[in-house]
Protein backbone atom coordinates (compact mmCIF):
# COMPACT_ATOMS: atom_id res chain seq x y z
CA UNK A 1 0.00 0.00 0.00
CA UNK A 2 3.06 2.39 0.63
CA UNK A 3 4.03 2.14 -2.73
CA UNK A 4 0.59 3.14 -4.19
CA UNK A 5 0.79 6.13 -1.99
CA UNK A 6 4.63 7.20 -3.03
CA UNK A 7 3.37 6.56 -6.45
CA UNK A 8 0.34 9.21 -6.20
CA UNK A 9 2.41 11.38 -3.69
CA UNK A 10 5.07 11.90 -6.82
CA UNK A 11 2.39 12.41 -9.21
CA UNK A 12 0.75 14.95 -7.08
CA UNK A 13 4.08 16.54 -6.56
CA UNK A 14 4.64 16.63 -10.54
CA UNK A 15 0.88 17.83 -11.58
CA UNK A 16 1.15 20.33 -8.98
CA UNK A 17 4.23 22.13 -9.82
CA UNK A 18 2.60 21.88 -13.59
CA UNK A 19 -0.70 23.70 -12.39
CA UNK A 20 1.38 26.47 -10.80
CA UNK A 21 3.12 26.94 -13.95
CA UNK A 22 0.71 26.94 -16.63
CA UNK A 23 -1.23 30.26 -17.71
CA UNK A 24 -4.89 29.72 -16.39
CA UNK A 25 -7.09 32.49 -17.78
CA UNK A 26 -10.14 30.93 -18.16
CA UNK A 27 -10.80 30.48 -14.74
CA UNK A 28 -12.72 33.37 -12.92
CA UNK A 29 -13.86 32.57 -9.45
CA UNK A 30 -15.05 34.83 -7.75
CA UNK A 31 -14.86 33.63 -3.90
CA UNK A 32 -12.67 35.80 -1.88
CA UNK A 33 -9.30 34.02 -0.98
CA UNK A 34 -10.20 30.58 -2.91
CA UNK A 35 -6.59 30.48 -4.01
CA UNK A 36 -5.48 30.36 -0.49
CA UNK A 37 -8.11 27.88 0.21
CA UNK A 38 -6.26 25.77 -2.22
CA UNK A 39 -2.68 26.16 -1.21
CA UNK A 40 -4.15 25.52 2.39
CA UNK A 41 -6.31 22.12 0.65
CA UNK A 42 -3.34 21.20 -1.42
CA UNK A 43 -0.89 21.08 1.11
CA UNK A 44 -2.91 19.69 3.87
CA UNK A 45 -3.67 16.89 1.34
CA UNK A 46 0.47 16.58 0.04
CA UNK A 47 1.32 16.29 4.29
CA UNK A 48 -1.56 13.39 4.54
CA UNK A 49 -0.12 12.08 0.95
CA UNK A 50 3.63 12.27 2.82
CA UNK A 51 2.72 10.36 5.97
CA UNK A 52 0.85 7.82 4.30
CA UNK A 53 3.54 6.54 1.72
CA UNK A 54 6.24 6.80 4.53
CA UNK A 55 6.92 3.68 6.63
CA UNK A 56 6.49 4.53 10.59
CA UNK A 57 5.15 8.60 10.38
CA UNK A 58 6.11 11.93 8.94
CA UNK A 59 6.59 12.69 12.84
CA UNK A 60 9.54 10.79 12.87
CA UNK A 61 11.65 11.83 10.61
CA UNK A 62 11.73 15.48 10.05
CA UNK A 63 13.43 15.96 7.14
CA UNK A 64 9.89 15.36 5.28
CA UNK A 65 8.52 18.07 6.99
CA UNK A 66 11.37 20.19 5.57
CA UNK A 67 10.66 18.88 2.00
CA UNK A 68 7.45 19.87 2.05
CA UNK A 69 8.24 23.46 3.03
CA UNK A 70 11.13 23.44 0.58
CA UNK A 71 8.45 22.39 -1.91
CA UNK A 72 6.05 25.63 -1.22
CA UNK A 73 9.33 27.81 -1.85
CA UNK A 74 10.22 26.33 -4.88
CA UNK A 75 6.92 26.47 -6.09
CA UNK A 76 6.77 30.12 -5.08
CA UNK A 77 9.99 30.90 -6.25
CA UNK A 78 9.23 29.33 -9.17
CA UNK A 79 6.31 31.38 -10.16
CA UNK A 80 8.43 34.37 -9.64
CA UNK A 81 10.03 33.89 -12.43
CA UNK A 82 7.22 33.25 -14.87
CA UNK A 83 6.08 36.40 -15.97
CA UNK A 84 1.96 35.67 -16.18
CA UNK A 85 2.13 33.84 -12.99
CA UNK A 86 2.81 35.77 -9.33
CA UNK A 87 4.71 34.56 -6.14
CA UNK A 88 2.26 36.09 -3.03
CA UNK A 89 3.71 35.38 0.73
CA UNK A 90 0.26 34.89 1.43
CA UNK A 91 0.11 31.85 -0.66
CA UNK A 92 3.26 30.58 1.07
CA UNK A 93 1.28 31.05 4.19
CA UNK A 94 -1.64 29.31 3.52
CA UNK A 95 0.51 26.00 2.25
CA UNK A 96 2.65 26.16 5.71
CA UNK A 97 -0.90 26.79 7.36
CA UNK A 98 -2.22 23.38 5.19
CA UNK A 99 1.40 21.42 6.65
CA UNK A 100 0.66 22.97 10.05
CA UNK A 101 -3.17 21.82 10.28
CA UNK A 102 -2.05 18.02 9.58
CA UNK A 103 0.67 18.49 12.03
CA UNK A 104 -1.56 19.26 15.16
CA UNK A 105 -4.69 17.60 14.66
CA UNK A 106 -3.25 14.27 12.66
CA UNK A 107 -1.64 12.95 16.07
CA UNK A 108 -4.82 13.64 18.27
CA UNK A 109 -6.90 11.69 15.91
CA UNK A 110 -4.64 8.50 15.77
CA UNK A 111 -4.82 8.53 20.14
Known sequence: MI???????????????YLAAIEIQSIKIEIPYFDKFLHFSIFLILAWLMDRSTEGSIFQNKSY???LILYAVGIEVMQFFIPYRSAEFYDLVADLAGML????FVPRLRT
Open 3 to 17: VLFRLIFGFSLLGFV
Open 65 to 67: IYF
Open 101 to 104: VYLI
